[in-house]
């Protein structure tokens, strides 16, 4: 996300200001290769129980979740959708350490939390948790997520806004001179370092007038412990966009046990794949006509659900293999789920610098997701268990996402939503 901090009361006297940009990167690779067994030096990260500071950002964050993804749904019937919550919840609630007054509120209501019940210092430990949960380092898989502040040299910070984002978000700061034109590269070569290299040159140009950048990445690489087999995938196989339109893409192929159920409610069907960890990807496809229903019923309540309904059986999956992008203004869509005076002449982020008057003119997020397959172990294990369960030649269900669906990678506990999308077309990078 980038957000620029104008600085109003230059803006008022001289018809100048100073921006603040904040940006996310994603990149989310998810190989299909088998399972090692050798044992792992890290653990997972650790749930939020009931009691656990991150148990209300948790909740907050998946509420705001699925409120941004109707707001994108709603401007993008016809695309691709693929974000992640938790980072632009992250980087907002990071923001709003240096707002005060009604900007600070509206930003913490709109993340889903009530002042009055919760005191700000408990929201930030929460976020504090949830970040150090996630860099928690795991051979099982690799998810890191951090922040960064390129800030304008000579401009005087508040001293304990930095402090609290250091130590509560863990983010680095840098000084930089804006109105040098290899400052957007050097930002731009440290997103594509952090992201492995798969979020390039993602600012273009800056206003000399940049009073500070905020980088929020996010990065999650993971196996699946029921790996398919390249073999099988059909190189060209039909995925209906719509009535009208259909595309040829590479569908995954395989039979395995897992966690599978329709739901008679929202008419869909659930299917749960595991990464190895303390990951899952949920994968649902709505009956005929039914995705606006299902988008609009989407809740924390209605996952939850899935979770404890949903049984192992075997099944056959055919799964497109894909890579698509997404990225967004947010600066037009925050505006409409609550957070105003952020982005207009009433902000105040008087916490953020001792000097001048900052408002967030723009906000931009990226999301990567490749889904495919790796390595040539994933070809003789999964060949040698297929080879084993066809002996008996039995008939399985079928579940085929061949049209729209949509996904979501969770922790297993389901306490935090690391991405959301709706694929609706998976040969549109």
């Known amino acids: 996300m980038v957000f620029f901090l104008t600085d109003l009361f230059w803006f008022q006297m001289a018809s100048s200001f100073y921006h603040l940009l904040l940006f996310v990167g994603l990149w989310v690779p998810l190989y299909c290769k088998p399972p090692s067994h050798a044992?792992?030096?890290?653990?997972?990260?650790?749930?939020?129980?009931?009691?656990?500071?991150?148990?209300?950002?948790?909740?907050?964050?998946?509420?705001?979740?699925?409120?941004?993804?109707?707001?994108?749904?709603?401007?993008?019937?016809?695309?691709?959708?693929?974000?992640?919550?938790?980072?632009?919840?992250?980087?907002?609630?990071?923001?709003?350490?240096g707002g005060r007054s009604a900007t600070k509120v509206q930003i913490l209501k709109t993340l889903g939390f009530n002042l009055t019940a919760t005191p700000e210092s408990a929201i930030h430990q929460g976020f504090q948790h949830l970040v150090h949960a996630l860099n928690v380092p795991n051979e099982e898989w690799d998810l890191r997520m951090g922040s960064a502040l390129f800030v304008k040299k000579g401009l005087q910070l508040q001293a304990s806004f930095l402090e609290r984002a250091k130590r509560l978000y863990g983010s680095k700061v840098f000084s930089v001179d804006f109105s040098?034109?290899?400052?957007?590269?050097?930002?731009?070569?440290?997103?594509?370092?952090?992201?492995?290299?798969?979020?390039?040159?993602?600012?273009?140009?800056?206003?000399?007038?940049?009073?500070?950048?905020?980088?929020?990445?996010?990065?999650?690489?993971?196996?699946?412990?029921?790996?398919?087999?390249?073999?099988?995938t059909h190189k060209s196989f039909p995925f209906l966009v719509d009535k009208q339109t259909t595309v040829r893409v590479p569908m995954m192929q395989q039979r395995d046990t897992f966690a599978f159920g329709v739901?008679?409610?929202?008419?869909?069907?659930?299917?749960?794949?595991?990464?190895?960890?303390?990951?899952?990807a949920f994968?649902?496809?709505?009956?005929?006509?039914?995705?606006?229903?299902?988008?609009?019923?989407?809740?924390?309540?209605?996952?939850?659900?899935?979770?404890?309904?949903?049984?192992?059986?075997?099944?056959?999956?055919?799964?497109?293999?894909?890579?698509?992008?997404?990225?967004?203004?947010l600066e037009t869509i925050l505006p409409k789920m609550g957070i105003r005076d952020a982005f207009n002449k009433n902000a105040d982020f008087a916490g953020i610098t001792k000097t001048g008057f900052l408002q967030v003119s723009k906000a931009t997020h990226k999301a990567v997701l490749d889904i495919g397959e790796e390595g040539t172990e994933a070809v003789a294990a999964t060949a040698t268990k297929l080879i084993v369960r066809s002996k008996d030649n039995p008939s399985f269900p079928v579940i085929a996402f061949k049209k729209p669906f949509l996904t979501m990678i969770t922790s297993k506990d389901l306490s935090a939503i690391f991405f959301i999308g709706k694929i609706k077309n998976p040969s549109e990078a």
């Not at 950048?213 to 099988?232: E, G, R, Y």
């Not at 739901?263 to 899952?280: A, E, H, I, Y």
């Open 39 to 97: 044992p792992s030096r890290g653990s997972a990260p650790p749930s939020c129980s009931k009691s656990s500071p991150g148990s209300q950002v948790s909740s907050g964050s998946t509420n705001f979740a699925f409120r941004l993804y109707r707001r994108l749904a709603l401007q993008s019937p016809g695309r691709n959708i693929f974000f992640s919550p938790v980072s632009i919840s992250t980087s907002l609630a990071m923001l709003s350490l």
């Open 180 to 232: 040098k034109a290899f400052t957007a590269q050097r930002i731009n070569s440290y997103v594509e370092k952090e992201t492995r290299g798969k979020v390039v040159n993602l600012i273009q140009d800056l206003d000399p007038l940049t009073a500070m950048v905020l980088v929020n990445h996010i990065f999650f690489k993971a196996n699946w412990t029921k790996p398919f087999n390249p073999a099988d």
């Open 263 to 280: 739901d008679p409610k929202l008419n869909c069907s659930v299917l749960q794949m595991d990464f190895r960890g303390d990951t899952v």
């Open 283 to 329: 994968f649902i496809l709505p009956g005929e006509g039914k995705m606006r229903q299902l988008e609009e019923t989407l809740s924390a309540r209605v996952v939850r659900r899935w979770s404890h309904s949903l049984r192992k059986r075997w099944i056959e999956v055919f799964l497109p293999k894909f890579s698509i992008s997404a990225s967004y203004d």
